[in-house]
């Protein structure tokens, strides 16, 4: 049988799913051991998240799969590797026999890991304004001109664009912007610096009101955040 819906049955009904509790959002944060873009994992066993180029993984699997034909019973047991091969050591216990160059290659990569994965090291400096040239061969200065303002700087990102934010503690946003990360020598990846024009409000005896975080736009990687101190009053 079928009722009329009523203005207060109505009314209650929606107050009931108003008081259900929202779905949670999935997870899209990347892996841990996310590559940089041109890179991917080697997966010399399951867990080998090594960073290297497309080429050299599909010659890995390669390697991985004619294992059984390089092996013989010799001076190191019966993995002992046939004339022309040596273990490739991609990881400690790998006896896959590979060429000397194939494993002089793991060691390059396995050197060059923690340059090639989207960490997102974020640290901040300050800089100063300076005089402002009057293109007259004079210079202008104002009373803030010496006070240290923040600067947020990045590596181990991918090359392209970073959103960069500046939190209160209290979760209301202070800042934010973006900045393009490029690869420049003395720098893992992509790095990046962005003057944001705030003051720094470091104080000694103050602790930080504020944090900076970046994310790396292509990944979805998130830097850790780092205490700053905002907001003062500059007179």
């Avoid at 390697?63 to 390089?70: A, D, I, P, Q, V």
């Avoid at 400690?92 to 590979?98: A, F, L, T, Y």
């Avoid at 300050?126 to 590596?155: F, M």
Wanted: glycine share 8%; proline share 7%; with cysteine.
């Amino acid at each position: 049988m079928k009722y009329p819906a009523t203005a207060a049955l109505t009314t209650a009904l929606a107050a009931t799913l108003a008081l259900l509790p929202a779905p949670a959002a999935a997870s899209t944060a990347p892996p841990p051991d996310t590559c940089l873009v041109g890179f991917v994992w080697r997966e010399a066993r399951p867990t080998d998240h090594v960073c290297v180029t497309p080429k050299v993984r599909e010659r890995t699997q390669v390697e991985n799969r004619l294992k059984y034909t390089n092996w013989v019973t010799g001076a190191y047991g019966p993995h002992t590797c046939v004339n022309g091969t040596v273990w490739r050591e991609a990881f400690p216990g790998d006896d896959v026999c590979v060429t000397p160059r194939s494993r002089d290659e793991a060691r390059r990569d396995n050197a060059q890991a923690a340059n090639r994965r989207v960490t997102a090291k974020l640290w901040i400096s300050t800089y100063r304004l300076g005089a402002v040239d009057n293109g007259d061969g004079t210079a202008t200065t104002t009373s803030t001109d010496d006070i240290p303002r923040l600067k947020l700087n990045g590596s181990h990102f991918n090359p392209g664009q970073v959103k960069v934010f500046i939190y209160y503690t209290t979760g209301k946003l202070f800042w934010s912007g973006t900045v393009t990360a490029t690869r420049n020598g003395g720098y893992a990846g992509g790095s990046w610096g962005k003057r944001t024009g705030k003051i720094d409000c470091s104080t000694p005896g103050k602790p930080a009101n504020a944090y900076a975080r970046a994310q790396d736009v292509t990944s979805g990687r998130w830097s850790a955040s780092v205490p700053v101190r905002v907001g003062c009053s500059v007179y």
